[in-house]
């Protein structure tokens, strides 16, 4: 288990103007904010990204929003950061997410849910490498 995850605020809650809050959220949650970017993804890097769903039938959805706009990148840290993530975060379905929740509070659906978080420490690390150098890590 690492104290690191990955996260992504994804451009639904970029273009609803929500990515304040949901890095006040994440912040005063007790993470650390070990590098963060603006950026946005191609839809050849969103494929990239997302090559583990290649062959799910949602890919291509997925890759088409996850290149519609503009994201934030972060690595955050925190002692059992990405189980505690995904609790912060809640169920991808923000109608079947915890009150209070990330996705409950700023999703609109099950494809447009706000954040990404990894779900594992091993993805955590992959994905912290896609979007960041070491000199971007702080």
Do not use: C, W
């Not at 104290?3 to 949650?29: E, V």
């Not at 839809?43 to 994201?71: C, D, N, W």
């Not at 109608?95 to 978080?117: C, P, Q, W, Y």
């Amino acid at each position: 288990m690492t104290n690191r995850t990955f996260t992504m605020i994804k451009p639904d809650a970029m273009r609803n103007g929500h990515a304040g809050a949901i890095l006040d959220k994440i912040t005063k949650s007790g993470y650390k904010i070990i590098a963060l970017k603006q950026t946005k993804l191609s839809l050849e890097k969103a494929g990239e990204f997302y090559e583990v769903h290649k062959e799910r039938p949602f890919y291509g959805e997925l890759t088409q929003f996850m290149s519609s706009g503009v994201i934030i990148a972060a690595i955050l840290e925190k002692e059992n950061a990405v189980a505690d993530f995904r609790t912060l975060i809640g169920a991808t379905d923000p109608s079947k997410a915890d009150e209070g929740t990330i996705r409950k509070l700023f999703a609109t659906s099950l494809g447009e849910n706000a954040v990404h978080g990894s779900d594992s420490d091993e993805n955590a690390k992959i994905e912290g490498d896609f979007f960041f150098s070491g000199l971007e890590r702080f």
